[in-house]
């Protein structure tokens, strides 16, 4: 029976790819991308920065080895660089990323198949304190998340946080030489990267793309360096966020802030004679690649592993894929799934779930705090529901490759993605992109960034025990042909919109920023500079 339902399965799947390929255009592609970059970049070197690094290597027991950073933002930019080449900079946090690296700090990546140059900044523990732990996860994080963790602000951390910014500008400049380029900066960690670089190079292209929410401006008072990270913030020319309320949210932070022109109605800003233009771009995922990788014969066969290794039998399978982080919610879904197997205790043994906990920051005591409400929730709820040969919950507290996600997406019967407030979240669109076969179900919050486009997935507050237990029975009880509608209609979002068409759209956004009249204070600024240039050269004729 097992060797027929897998048949039937994989004839299944082929029939799908086929209608897709029939009645859909392709995704946008890598190849798509770099088409494009070779026709409009006009000799721009690409220049990716970020904190986290795409690839990192540690020391195993055959030697060094390579480990794909599962993180959804370098797993999609990893996508984009390898589409475009040029070159990603990034601390290097790996035990053996000292090893591997030239006398420039390059190493070529992907490993064994390079497409492009991974540059790696070295951090200090001093430097992981104050500026990563510290500034960026004390400070920014929470200010920036509506998760009822109160902000830390201490100038120790915001000079260090200044001083690691200015030496990714340095590094990023040294790279650039005095060639044209595009420097394109990721997320809260460098924010004041832009100013740096536009001191040193005014003539560089820079833009940044903030991934996770900004909030109100009311909230954002609160910073006491306010003034001085938005103004590294305006030395970008193009600023990028997922949602179109948290561009607004900046606009408005940045009017009530500083003394500027905020042009709400062209979503621009200038400030000394500089413009910043203000967009939304919503993120997407390699689609193509993520599903050629679902349907390779070892992720099938690793599937089958799985299911074996848990004694799955018959049972649904639910999955969770988050790091340990207070805004990801997962202590609310514990309690949600705890509720539907009260409410709904023919389930017990028939759905179990596997959440994926990846450490986060456990310097920090908010995290270990929800580490220690994580393990002890699944504790809780394996003694009243599970077995010691069949538990409930299987918590997995590592960081894993991304290539041992995409097992854990194709077995999963539903993927549950409830954050408290996320920018984004693309473990929901990798999930979607990972079920060629449609069949699955989607959770999501409506408080991620995903859900303005995936509406049809069954959106769910993670504040409620009561729906939450409720939705659990909802997708798992659907029929199954409404049940592939609803993927399909998901997968056809994922598939229209993935991670070369938010990079298209970003970087034709850089290259073509229009013109605008100047403004008075801009026709002022160039009527005085005009006035001291004639004055200079009397004086020089007398």
């Known amino acids: 029976m097992k060797g027929l339902e897998r048949i039937r399965r994989l004839a299944t799947r082929a029939a799908i790819r086929s209608d897709q390929r029939r009645n859909g255009h392709a995704p946008t592609s890598g190849a798509d991308l770099a088409d494009w970059a070779r026709t409009h970049l006009e000799g721009r070197r690409l220049v990716i920065v970020s904190n986290r690094e795409p690839y990192s290597h540690v020391p195993g027991p055959e030697g060094i080895r390579s480990v794909w950073n599962a993180g959804g933002l370098t797993v999609a930019l990893d996508a984009l660089a390898r589409a475009m080449g040029g070159v990603w900079i990034a601390h290097g946090s790996g035990a053996a990323d000292r090893e591997v690296v030239d006398e420039h700090d390059h190493v070529a990546c992907p490993p064994g198949r390079p497409r492009y140059t991974l540059r790696r900044v070295w951090l200090t523990p001093e430097d992981h304190d104050h ?3 510290g500034f960026s996860n004390s400070a920014l994080w929470p200010l920036c998340h509506i998760a009822h963790v109160r902000p830390r602000f201490e100038r120790a951390d915001w000079e260090c946080y200044r001083d690691v910014n200015r030496r990714f500008a340095e590094a990023t400049l040294q790279e650039v030489g005095s060639g044209p380029a595009l420097v394109f900066l990721q997320d809260y960690h460098l924010a004041l990267a832009a100013r740096y670089l536009k001191r040193a190079r005014p003539d560089l292209r820079v833009v940044l793309f903030w991934h996770i929410p900004w909030p109100n401006a009311e909230i954002f008072r609160r910073l006491p360096w306010r003034e001085e990270l938005i103004d590294g913030l305006l ?50 995922v390699d689609f193509a690649e993520i599903a050629a990788m679902a349907e390779m014969p070892e992720t099938r066969a690793a599937e089958e592993r799985l299911r074996s290794d848990l004694k799955l039998g018959d049972a649904r399978l639910g999955l969770g894929v988050d790091r340990l982080d207070y805004t990801k919610g997962l202590p609310e879904r514990l309690r949600g799934l705890e509720r539907f197997y009260e409410k709904y205790p023919d389930w017990v043994g028939r759905f179990r779930f596997l959440q994926v906990g990846v450490p986060s920051r456990i310097e920090l005591e908010e995290y270990r705090a929800v580490r220690t409400q994580t393990v002890e929730a699944v504790e809780r709820i394996n003694q009243r529901f599970g077995t010691a040969e069949t538990p409930a919950i299987h918590l997995i507290e590592d960081s894993l490759d991304f290539r041992d996600l995409l097992p854990l997406y194709r077995a999963a019967d539903l993927c549950a993605v409830t954050s408290l407030h996320d920018g984004m979240n693309l473990v929901a669109k990798e999930y979607i992109a990972a079920s060629p076969d449609l069949q699955g179900a989607l959770m999501l919050s409506p408080f991620c960034g995903a859900a303005r486009e995936l509406e049809r997935a069954w959106i769910v507050s993670p504040y409620d025990r009561e729906d939450l237990a409720d939705v659990f029975l909802a997708a798992l009880t659907e029929a199954p042909e409404a049940q592939r509608a609803r993927m399909a209609d998901l997968m056809e979002v994922t598939r229209r919109r993935t991670i070369f068409d938010w990079a298209i759209d970003v970087l034709e956004g850089a290259r073509s920023l229009p013109e605008l009249p100047p403004t008075r204070d801009a026709e002022r600024k160039r009527s005085r500079k005009s006035a001291a240039r004639s004055e200079s050269r009397k004086a020089r004729s007398i």
């Open 131 to 133: 500026y990563y732990a």
């Open 235 to 284: 030395a970008n020319d193009l600023i990028g966020f997922h949602i179109n309320l948290h561009a607004i949210n900046f606009l408005q932070t940045v009017a009530d802030t500083l003394e500027t022109r905020v042009d709400r109605e062209h979503r621009a800003i200038e400030r000394d004679g500089h413009r910043t233009w203000v967009r939304h771009f919503p993120m997407g």
